[in-house]
């Protein structure tokens, strides 16, 4: 096993893709089975790491694997599946799925593969287009759970590989089965009791919609505006009323996972019951809704539907099409045009491919002077200069314009300020590190992060490890440093901590603001 | 007046557009006009400098001018004409002229300007095409001299400028006539005595196929092979015998400025003695010839003309037409569909912006995993692996691929050797950086490059100084760590400073060879 070269072409040969799991994967503590999939992003072309939920990590724990790690380039053109069982893996012929989408790929090979976990690309990353993620299924075999940011389904794809399969469903063996058994419940319960569950619980992320709307940092016809009074139409309220109205497949309290206590995914189903995507969450509502001026969630669940079954990620592109709105190729608040145009990327026309190819390429192509993208990739749907510690989180993450690397929207803090925000950006974006980590959901983090310690003894429990805290502390501040070591060698550097012209100059209607942490402040990140 | 942040955006206020001539512009040596365009590069994200022939230089030397600086953006959409007469300076509207190609622009402007110098852009300038450069008029009024390199026709037109006219002949005042006169003189008999002289006369740029073909160095259908024998129909013999034996319009040992003694360029006329284009040269014989497997000197002189019409790079957009054949949107050899997709540039469709974005962009969205460039731009017609001093001006040169930052194909080497290459990369480097700063064409390098004690002497003579050779090492080596440092800001590192795995891993059928200089041999150009 070697290591991956910064320098490396993210396509080519030298470039790995990392499957991994958490430390308390396969545990029975709620939300623990995040997956980690990374490599050298070819969006962003520094490091990336993208997370998801559904079966795949537990699986992998469960079969006593920490890590897959696929290297190299397949000599021959044919796709094939990775099928990993207990103490084997081998490649299989997959050329029967070529060009199939996320859901028809994940249906046979549930029929084909029973009780396994599947992990799977959409036609965008066979055709290498750097807006692909990685889809796993959830628990009830839905491939929606994507790895999305990034463009890892087209290294994925360039390595040749339609499927991840993981057969067989294991157990795991901790070191202190008593020790670990007392900790997950204290860790439930915890997560269970903690007010942000509830909140997940009943209206998952797009609870955040009204929030952000008032805070003024929606995304609006391309990051131009950030409040609208369309926002009750897609907000968390009516997604859902309308579950509860509709009913048939519809479900809110949806988990991706088993054991998962949170449940903050849905089933979003159209006026005859019938299943429109699942889930409907609020990054995708905001760069496929309001960013295109579309305010209809039954629209926006459907281009959902499309982009997962090519395989693109939502956020990039959401914004992508914005930026095509804005270059006037496409109309703002298009539904029609927008579903063509996602249609587009599978049949592998210069459009599709151009969407495919994310928000800043798709600018710099059509010559789009306000770009929302950091180090090549896509904000999420948070606008910096409403929510200034995000930006903060966009401009120095390593990973690019990206809210998971260190969410600050939550915190109770003025969002509108500039003061304090670098401090709150590196606090979160530590606190992610021990999420990400653990393979815990960071929805646990209104449970658990005051309790890191339980955190810690679980670890211990599991592994017959003996670490304090202080090593968990380490652990996560090396990992942020490794990754600005191997972006720094990938050629990114502070020249790239910043966010565009677009945001430090041009102040955003309705705050009269714009993205103005200093330079020195976002530096200080780093210290 | 400012300085440009390098990390400012390209198209975005912050950015400056500077039009500067040589330190001995102006005065009767041969070849002394060469104008230079410098800016940040929409194409590279780092420093640009970008030279040119034609009347500009000479004639702002003449008014007393050495340099116009474009500033800020305008607040107006309307397309400007930058008038600059001995004494004053001023904008006038050029709506009219919007969307017109480089030749009726310049038609109409000389009508309109009679003897002034006109330098414009295009309708690729105007939609802000990163292969977007910017035309000078030569001494017989054909807008054909660019400023092809970086895509700074798109920053003048994001500045809304269409075109600067130098208005008034004027005249230079020596600070000491007789000593400028003879050396003038001397300079002019050691360019007019120099064998590189007549080659050039002769054959023009050109006679390079021949050679370049003999070194397995000529990109061939995107640069996958070097060596063809249907070179000898795109050759400077073949060249020079059609011009002569068409008669006509047709030219050989055309000069693009008045007084030059070299006379490199041409004029190709058809077979009934019509202009196709003026001149016809080397790297677009290659670029927009054999690397599209296109072997006739008429379908690429045609290509040539396109090309200079909308005001693209043929350097940037062969290379791109190359990617996007090796994609299969068009195919090889295929000289209509070459011409249609250039054509689509003005007309502002997908293919056309995508071609107009040059080479990278177009590998991306394409998925291609050959693309011949470097920083971002595309590398002229000398595959590096065949010719690796090159290859190492490529990889190091703040500009990227760019043969004029530091051209080593006609140093008496094996080029296929690794061995030094480094050093005379560096060398050239150098060199360059005299002949740029003293505003001659490169091509004196044979007649002056062992007297460059005339050199200092004349600018001495003309400017009234009292320099010696120390300072003129001095200025070019601080203007080469300069440019280095204006990178380094703009986030252009060492890990920027190689060639494509496409060149460093894929050996080059004929002399089965890499670009094989090491990491350790490219870093010695910066010691």
Redesign the interface.
């Known amino acids: 096993m070697g290591t991956t070269a910064?320098?490396?072409?993210p396509?080519?040969?030298?470039n790995m893709l990392i499957i991994a799991n958490g430390l308390l994967a396969g545990t029975a503590i709620s939300s623990s089975g995040r997956l980690s999939i990374g490599g050298k992003s070819p969006l962003t072309g520094g490091i990336k790491e993208s997370n998801a939920g559904g079966l795949t990590a537990t699986r992998m724990a469960r079969n006593g694997l920490r890590c897959i790690i696929i290297e190299g380039l397949s000599s021959e053109k044919s796709l094939k599946l990775l099928l990993v069982e207990p103490s084997t893996a081998c490649l299989l012929p997959a050329d029967d799925l070529a060009g199939l989408g996320v859901y028809e790929t994940a249906r046979i090979l549930c029929g084909r593969f029973p009780q396994s976990a599947i992990t799977c690309i959409g036609p965008s990353g066979e055709?290498?287009?750097?807006a692909a993620g990685i889809a796993t299924i959830d628990k009830d075999g839905t491939p929606s759970r994507f790895s999305g940011r990034g463009g890892l389904g087209a290294v994925m794809g360039a390595k040749n590989i339609k499927a991840i399969i993981i057969k067989g469903k294991g157990t795991i063996t901790p070191a202190d089965p008593q020790a670990l058994a007392k900790t997950t419940r204290a860790i439930n319960r915890s997560i269970n009791d903690a007010p942000t569950t509830k909140s997940y619980k009943n209206f998952g992320t797009a609870a955040m919609v009204e929030v952000i709307n008032e805070l003024n940092g929606l995304p609006i016809r391309n990051f131009s505006r950030g409040k609208d009074e369309r926002a009750s139409y897609i907000s968390g309220d009516n997604l859902r009323d309308s579950i509860i109205k509709r009913g048939g497949a519809g479900r809110t309290a949806h988990s991706c996972m088993p054991g998962c206590l949170i449940s903050c995914s849905n089933i979003y189903a159209d006026q005859n019951g019938s299943t429109l995507v699942s889930p409907l969450e609020y990054e995708t509502i905001g760069l496929l809704g309001s960013n295109l001026d579309i305010w209809n969630l039954d629209d926006i669940a459907r281009l959902n539907h499309l982009c997962n079954d090519v395989g693109v990620d939502t956020i990039e592109t959401g914004a992508a099409l914005g930026v095509m709105m804005e270059a006037g190729?496409i109309p703002f608040g298009d539904f029609n045009a927008a579903a063509d145009a996602i249609e587009e990327i599978s049949k592998n026309t210069?459009?599709g491919?151009?969407i495919g190819?994310g928000a800043q390429?798709a600018g710099?192509?059509?010559?789009v002077?306000n770009v929302p993208t950091v180090k090549g990739q896509a904000m999420p749907a948070y606008d910096p200069r409403a929510v200034k510690g995000m930006g903060v989180t966009y401009a120095t993450s390593a990973m690019g314009a990206d809210h998971t690397a260190g969410p600050s929207a939550r915190a109770q803090v003025d969002h509108h300020n500039s003061a304090g925000q670098a401090a709150l950006s590196k606090k979160m974006q530590k606190l992610v590190g021990i999420f990400d980590s653990t393979g815990l959901c960071l929805f646990t983090v209104g449970g658990v992060a005051a309790h890191k310690q339980l955190l810690l003894d679980a670890i211990n429990a599991l592994h017959g490890w003996n670490y304090d805290l202080d090593w968990l502390d380490k652990l996560c501040e090396q990992m942020l440093q490794d990754e600005r070591d191997f972006n720094e060698?990938?050629?990114?550097?502070?020249?790239?901590h910043?966010l565009?012209?677009a945001f430090t100059?041009r102040k955003l209607p309705g705050i009269d603001t714009t993205f103005d942490v200093s330079e020195a402040e976002l530096r200080s990140v780093f210290e």
């Not at 910064?6 to 072409?9: I, K, L, N, Y």
């Not at 710099?364 to 010559?367: N, P, S, Y």
């Open positions: 910064p320098s490396c072409e396509l080519g040969r030298h055709l290498h287009l750097s190729f210069l459009l491919r151009l190819s390429t710099k192509v059509l010559g002077k060698l990938a050629g990114i550097t502070n020249s790239h910043r565009p012209e100059e």
